[in-house]
């Protein structure tokens, strides 16, 4: 799996849009943030689809895991050669995850949810990195490109 | 909307957590409230179904069922179907059809298969 330095580094840094969240209708906001910027960045419907979907169901675990649900994402236009994508990262100050390898395996869940966010997510998207150990937070980073 | 013994509800736009189990619970109770057959919940006007509206959706259908009545999921934008089976979220055991005229069809053949059957006449 590429590391979360391998995303940002592979993207040349346009402009950059900063989402707090903090409660059920900031979900909505990190959708139409992501849309906006795959939809600048040319993606299809089914890619736009998948990296909005998949923006969603990390959003939603900050709100359900970390320390008072509250964390940020950062989506930016991606640019590698010839594409050109977009990228999100969340991040938040919560437990952070104690066994990543199995917080990564379907159907995995402490919170009495379906378990499906974070595997998910990650087949949903082109590139997926996820740093995070107990006490230091959780950071996710996705990227999906236009081709 | 009411159509016959059927019950039509159409969702729209980006559905946030509250709006989606407003629905669940109006759809049940009215479909309680006016002993409707069937309740087809059209979503060709949402553009992102995460693995939580996915999951109240289909909570949906078999709280309609436990009613008595049968539901259906219609019009799944195709980018929606391929983006709830990547995320490993596809609903086993709702029944789906393509867009609300076909939705029709299949309620009408499930309470023609069931062991109740019922003369429902004309809907549209």
């Known amino acids: ?147 | 909307m009411r159509m016959g013994r059927d019950l039509l509800v159409t969702l729209q736009g980006d559905l946030d957590d509250v709006r989606v189990e407003s629905v669940e619970r109006l759809v049940a109770s009215e479909v309680a409230r006016t002993g409707a057959h069937g309740a087809l919940i059209d979503v060709s006007g949402v553009d992102v179904v995460d693995s939580f509206v996915a999951q109240v959706l289909a909570r949906l259908v078999r709280m309609v069922r436990l009613l008595g009545a049968e539901a259906a999921i219609v019009g799944i934008r195709p980018a929606v179907a391929i983006t709830l089976v990547g995320l490993g979220s596809s609903m086993p055991g709702v029944s789906t059809a393509l867009n609300a005229e076909q939705g029709m069809a299949r309620l009408r053949r499930m309470r023609a298969d069931g062991s109740v059957r019922i003369d429902h006449g004309k809907h549209c």
């Open chain 1, 1 to 147: 799996m590429a590391s979360i330095a391998d995303i940002a580094a592979a993207a040349d840094l346009l402009p950059i849009t900063s989402v707090a969240i903090e409660g059920e209708s900031d979900l909505l906001r990190v959708r139409s943030t992501t849309r906006a910027y795959a939809r600048q960045a040319g993606l299809g419907v089914t890619g736009t689809t998948k990296v909005v979907t998949a923006a969603s169901e990390l959003a939603r675990n900050i709100l359900r895991h970390a320390t008072g649900g509250k964390g940020v994402a950062t989506v930016r236009e991606a640019a590698s050669g010839q594409r050109r994508g977009v990228q999100a990262v969340f991040t938040d100050n919560g437990p952070g995850i104690a066994d990543l390898d199995a917080a990564m395996r379907s159907g995995f869940s402490t919170a009495g949810s379906l378990g499906l966010g974070l595997p998910g997510s990650r087949r949903l998207v082109d590139e997926f990195a996820i740093d995070s150990a107990p006490g230091s937070g959780t950071r996710v980073a996705i990227c999906q490109w236009d081709r």
